[in-house]
């Protein structure tokens, strides 16, 4: 896939997560909403849209290429998040939304890299789970159960995905250098998290 073809790939991956982000922050259960977000994840394994959080977890089971295309895909993540945060913001729930986000925005801003860091690996292992699961299980009810437990998982237990984070701080109106470098660190720890389980799986298995 061409360069311009995996950005855009990654908007649309972007648009999916910050659409399950809009209904996350469109109720007030946090249990539906974190049931409610997996249509972000169905949407990016259903379509075989470029998630960063996704691809990252394969980094080391394919070549250079698939390693540089990474920050791409997550630039095009980051579009695509704020085209939907943009457009949440002209609806008439758009200033509860943005209220409701600016909560969880300040909530990583007042954090610490380090706590961030691990609630990024936290997270992807959780990531890691749900897409594997629904690439390798072979019955429909088991694919869509593995994204739902994943997806319920990372969210419930309050870890950090950096691509549901920049469609917060986008809605939210927050970002700034702190925010900037908030993500990055998230990145950072969804890298760590994401290759974690792959690489150990290879050990116990012998590389197969």
Same mark, same amino acid.
């Given at each position: 896939?061409?360069?311009?073809?995996?950005?855009?790939?990654?908007?649309?991956?972007?648009?999916?997560?910050?659409?399950?982000?809009?209904?996350?922050?469109? #109720?007030?259960?946090?249990? =539906? @909403?974190? *049931?409610?977000?997996?249509?972000?994840?169905?949407? !990016?394994?259903?379509? /075989?849209?470029?998630?960063?959080?996704?691809?990252?977890?394969?980094?080391?089971?394919?070549?250079?290429?698939?390693?540089?295309?990474?920050?791409?895909?997550?630039?095009?993540?980051?579009?695509?998040?704020?085209?939907?945060?943009?457009?949440?913001?002209?609806?008439?729930?758009?200033?509860?939304?943005?209220?409701?986000?600016?909560?969880?925005?300040?909530?990583?801003?007042?954090?610490?890299? #380090?706590?961030?860091?691990? =609630? @990024?690996? *936290?997270?992807?292992?959780?990531?890691?789970?749900? !897409?594997?699961?629904? /690439?390798?299980?072979?019955?429909?009810?088991?694919?869509?159960?593995?994204?739902?437990?994943?997806?319920?998982?990372?969210?419930?237990?309050?870890?950090?995905?950096?691509?549901?984070?920049?469609?917060?701080?986008?809605?939210?109106?927050?970002?700034?250098?702190?925010?900037?470098?908030?993500?990055?660190?998230?990145?950072?720890?969804?890298?760590?998290?994401?290759?974690?389980?792959?690489?150990?799986?290879?050990?116990?298995?012998? @590389?197969?």
């Amino acid at each position: 896939m061409s360069t311009a073809k995996t950005f855009v790939s990654g908007i649309l991956a972007g648009i999916s997560i910050a659409l399950g982000g809009v209904v996350f922050l469109a #109720v007030e259960n946090k249990v =539906l @909403g974190a *049931l409610l977000f997996t249509v972000g994840l169905f949407s !990016v394994c259903s379509f /075989g849209f470029h998630l960063f959080t996704g691809k990252v977890c394969y980094v080391f089971q394919n070549d250079k290429s698939y390693a540089l295309r990474l920050p791409v895909i997550w630039l095009g993540n980051l579009v695509g998040t704020g085209l939907i945060a943009f457009a949440a913001r002209l609806g008439r729930s758009g200033e509860a939304m943005a209220e409701k986000a600016a909560g969880l925005a300040a909530a990583k801003l007042d954090d610490s890299f #380090v706590s961030l860091f691990f =609630l @990024g690996l *936290l997270c992807n292992i959780f990531i890691y789970i749900a !897409v594997e699961g629904y /690439g390798r299980i072979p019955h429909e009810a088991g694919k869509y159960l593995a994204l739902v437990f994943g997806v319920m998982g990372f969210i419930l237990c309050g870890t950090e995905h950096c691509v549901a984070d920049m469609f917060y701080f986008w809605i939210a109106g927050a970002f700034s250098g702190r925010a900037v470098l908030a993500i990055l660190v998230i990145t950072a720890g969804n890298c760590a998290g994401g290759v974690l389980l792959p690489l150990l799986r290879a050990y116990v298995s012998g @590389g197969k």
